[in-house]
Nanobody, 121 residues
Framework: QVQLVESGGGFVQPGGSLRLSCAAS????????MAWYRQAPGKQRELVAQ???????NYADSVKGRFTISRDNAKNTVYLQMNSLKPEDTAVYYC???????????????WGQGTQVAVSS
């Protein structure tokens, strides 16, 4: 199986920054796309940022200009740099990866356990 583990969440004051990491492990053949989602209390899980193999990225309108997604393909790790954080960014952030594993060779859609981000004064 392919596993994703997030880290880097925590408490930060408005205007501060955090950097989230998500490391994929297991029988990975290739990762085609990785993304960050978040879910705030009482709200649906939403896509925050997406990184697709080939270099393209997508961001939710609410985080454009403040968040940056990046990948280290050699380490099978995706990052989310979050700057100018707002209280509205408070949520559990989840990492998602889509690709193919081997032994056996098959597609996967994996999720991490989530990491809490709390933004308040």
């Amino acid at each position: 199986q392919v596993q994703l583990v997030e880290s880097g969440g925590g408490f930060v004051q408005p205007g501060g920054s955090l950097r989230l990491s998500c490391a994929a492990s297991g029988s990975i053949f290739t990762i085609n796309a990785m993304a960050w989602y978040r879910q705030a209390p009482g709200k649906q899980r939403e896509l925050v940022a997406q990184s697709i193999s080939g270099g393209s990225t997508n961001y939710a309108d609410s985080v454009k200009g403040r968040f940056t997604i990046s990948r280290d393909n050699a380490k099978n790790t995706v990052y989310l740099q979050m700057n100018s954080l707002k209280p509205e960014d408070t949520a559990v952030y989840y990492c998602n990866g889509i690709g193919y594993s081997n032994k056996p060779y098959r597609a996967f859609n994996a999720w991490g356990q989530g990491t809490q981000v709390a933004v308040s004064s």
